[in-house]
């Protein structure tokens, strides 16, 4: 029995080269050793590779892979013609699936077809993100300027025709998303995600609200201080919202008091400097100083405001220089509404009742004596603010209240509603009445007409209340 090594095929011996050794089961072994060539019809035939050739680009390669030519097809002679052409390098770029035909040279009768689709990348992203900051006075991006700079380029390869990314810039400060469309010469597309980080670099600008460029007052009676919200003193723009609110940083006082005359109001928030004597030949001065700080942390130079306050009310005018009157308000039912009035005599605002019979006194102090009477003729068409999205109604014409929480709510404190803090029950007894009505604006016992003294008593009222809401945007009409 004869043994060949390795062993030879039974059914057919391919082109090429073969060696076999041969043993038998007794004498000498020996080798042998022949060609198969191919023969004329071998030479011209054509073959080539079933179905769709997937080829899914790799890290590092993402430009284009190498197929060698046997892998797509055998055969045709010694300079097949396909179409479309192979690549000289035989590296083929990202594209669809393409299908190519391949006749043979020999007899340019033999032919077959085959198709290949090679797939791209997936596009990788930088670490860390790429980063852009904001557009001048804006709290978003401009059009982002490389739309490449959030992949690594490597993994995008050479053969892109176009890189789109969406959105394609106004991008908010912040952590981003951003969604590249890489298209290449091959058809072929392929989309990947990637973190953007947008920068506000801008500081926000703190700027001083009092025209005259200081805050000045002198007191009405029963007032110790002076008492500014943050707001009114100081206006914080940014280039992106929320805005911050305007930081106290210190108050020092410059002239005529001591130090702990300028001070930061507890619980409120206000800056307050305390009035000198009221025979005091020179005013008090402090500087306060205020700072903002964004969301990143971006923080504007000190602003600082100067506060001057008089004992008493100037003998010659100072430009800007008014009375400082402190509003309140007091829950007037649950349903959000609110019972403003003057605070001048120290009311509190716990006891709705004493808040009530003080607001009577406080609208008489509005009204300063020996002054100028102001234009009647406009007592109910006057305007702080028109155009303003929040409107707050002085109602001096009186009003009948319906359909509020007020005319439901019952009397918890006092059950029989007989005692002056009850009397926002609006009602002798606990009934919870459907309507209740608000007697007109009087000073003179006449609820029927308004007279001279009356309206200019109205106009002033309006004046202080419009002064006190300078800060907001808000109108406080008498319309």
């Not at 892998?71 to 190519?100: C, R």
């Not at 090679?118 to 991006?141: D, I, L, N, R, W």
């Not at 998303?177 to 600008?205: I, L, N, Q």
Request: proline share 9%; net charge neutral; charged share 15%.
């Amino acid at each position: 029995m004869a043994i060949f090594m390795p062993t030879l095929h039974e059914i057919a011996v391919f082109q090429g080269s073969y060696s076999y050794s041969i043993a038998g089961t007794s004498g000498v072994a020996c080798t042998v050793a022949f060609t198969v060539a191919a023969g004329p019809s071998c030479a011209s035939a054509v073959t080539c590779t079933q179905g769709t050739k997937v080829v899914a680009l790799e890290a590092g390669s993402c430009s284009g892979v190498k197929i060698d030519r046997d892998d797509l097809f055998t055969g045709g002679g010694a300079d097949p013609v396909v179409t479309p052409p192979l690549p000289d390098d035989l590296v083929f770029p990202p594209s669809k699936t393409k299908t190519y035909r391949v006749v043979s040279s020999a007899d340019s009768k033999s032919r077959c077809f085959f198709k290949l689709q090679v797939q791209p990348c997936t596009p990788q992203c930088v670490t860390p993100p790429v980063s852009q900051s904001t557009a001048a006075g804006k709290c978003a991006t401009g059009k982002i300027s490389n739309p490449k700079a959030p992949f690594v380029d490597a993994s995008i390869g050479s053969t892109v025709t176009s890189l789109k990314l969406s959105p394609a810039g106004s991008l908010k400060a912040g952590r981003q998303k951003v969604t590249g469309t890489v298209k290449y010469a091959g058809g072929v597309s392929v989309k990947a995600s990637c973190d953007f980080v947008v920068d506000d670099e801008e500081a926000p600008a703190v700027k001083v609200v009092p025209k005259s460029g200081e805050a000045c007052a002198w007191p009405k009676p029963g007032q110790s201080s002076a008492c500014y919200l943050p707001k009114e003193l100081v206006k914080v723009t940014d280039n992106c919202r929320p805005l911050p609110a305007p930081a106290f940083v210190s108050c020092v006082v410059t002239s005529n008091g001591a130090a702990a005359d300028c001070y930061r109001e507890a619980g409120t928030g206000r800056v307050c400097l305390n009035y000198p004597a009221a025979g005091a030949a020179e005013p008090r001065v402090a500087l306060a100083t205020f700072v903002a700080v964004d969301a990143f942390k971006n923080a504007s130079p000190d602003t600082n405001v100067t506060l001057t306050a008089y004992g008493a009310k100037p003998v010659s005018s100072v430009p800007g220089c008014k009375p400082r009157c402190d509003f309140g308000a007091v829950a007037g039912g649950p349903g959000g509404k609110y019972l403003v009035f003057p605070n001048e005599q120290g009311v509190p605002t716990t006891n709705p009742a004493a808040a009530d019979a003080g607001s009577f006194g406080g609208q008489q102090l509005l009204v300063d004596p020996g002054t100028a009477d102001p234009d009647t003729s406009q007592a109910f068409k006057l305007h702080s603010r028109p155009g303003s999205p929040r409107t707050l109604y002085l109602d001096f014409n009186g009003h009948i209240t319906t359909g509020t929480r007020w005319n439901k709510a019952p009397c918890t404190k006092d059950t029989t509603c007989t005692k002056p803090a009850c009397k926002f029950c609006f009602s002798a007894t606990n009934a919870h009445p459907p309507s209740f009505t608000t007697e007109p604006f009087d000073l003179d016992g006449n609820t029927n007409a308004f007279s001279t003294d009356k309206l200019a008593a109205i106009v002033k009222i309006w004046l202080n209340v419009a002064e006190d809401f300078a800060p907001f945007d808000l109108d406080v009409t008498t319309g």
